[in-house]
């Protein structure tokens, strides 16, 4: 891993550190408590953006209105605005909620070619200091950037959602921001996002517990509906 430190005109400093391996790469930023900085703040934008070739394909899940974000994945070229994006093929609910001018995580693109490079954009270890992010639906040659949740998504208390602007506490660190990269069987089996995931909570004093079995689970989303009846 390799840290660069960074500091703007009044002083405050931001470092991003950035994480390689041989599947892919991954970034996150971090700012330290510090006497210029106040102990929170709401994050107004993020400027992330991830270039990609001309000529890749794209297999992508725009957002979807009403109730979640779920529709369908679609193939198309890569490059393209969200509006001018196929629509997906499947069931009606995969086609028939409002498509919103953005795409879900993740997001998978292949270079033109005999052998593709494919690349998966995603991220990984959210903390509950920062807010989940989408891809921005205006793409501007060829550069996707992240982007908030839409006023359209209400915050939900009986998921704990925060709201719409994520107001972060320091020290703070944001979800990486991951690239997988490599033929279509390396982004498959690829492990990163649980590589760069944290330790085990210290609840669990650095052992798994022996009740975590893998196996079969319901959905969390559902269970926490179950605990409200």
């Given at each position: 891993r390799l840290g660069v430190e960074t500091t703007n005109a009044a002083g405050a400093?931001?470092?991003?550190?950035?994480?390689?391996?041989?599947?892919?790469?991954?970034?996150r930023y971090e700012i330290s408590k510090q006497k210029r900085l106040q102990a929170s703040a709401t994050i107004a934008e993020e400027h992330t953006g991830f270039d990609i070739p001309d000529g890749?394909?794209?297999?992508?899940?725009?957002?979807?209105?009403?109730?979640?974000?779920?529709?369908?994945?679609?193939?198309?070229?890569?490059g393209v605005d969200a509006a001018a994006f196929p629509r997906p093929r499947g069931p009606g609910w995969t086609r028939d909620k409002t498509a919103l001018n953005a795409w879900m995580f993740p997001a998978l693109f292949a270079t033109s070619g005999d052998k593709p490079t494919y690349v998966l954009l995603t991220e990984a270890t959210l903390d509950g200091n920062y807010t989940p992010m989408r891809l921005a639906g205006k793409v501007?040659?060829?550069?996707?950037?992240?982007?908030?949740?839409?006023?359209?998504?209400?915050?939900?208390p009986e998921y704990r959602e925060g709201p719409r602007l994520p107001l972060v506490k320091l020290p703070f660190a944001s979800s990486w921001r991951v690239m997988v990269v490599g033929d279509l069987g390396a982004v498959v089996t690829s492990t990163m996002v649980t590589d760069l995931a944290e330790p085990l909570d210290p609840m669990f004093g650095?052992?798994?517990?022996k009740w975590v079995k893998p196996g079969i689970a319901t959905w969390d989303w559902y269970y926490y509906r179950r605990q409200r009846g």
């Open positions: 400093r931001m470092r991003i550190l950035f994480h390689a391996q041989n599947d892919g790469a991954a970034f890749s394909k794209a297999w992508m899940q725009r957002q979807a209105l009403p109730g979640s974000y779920e529709a369908g994945f679609a193939a198309g070229p890569a501007s040659d060829g550069v996707y950037t992240l982007d908030f949740p839409t006023d359209d998504e209400p915050p939900r650095g052992v798994v517990p």
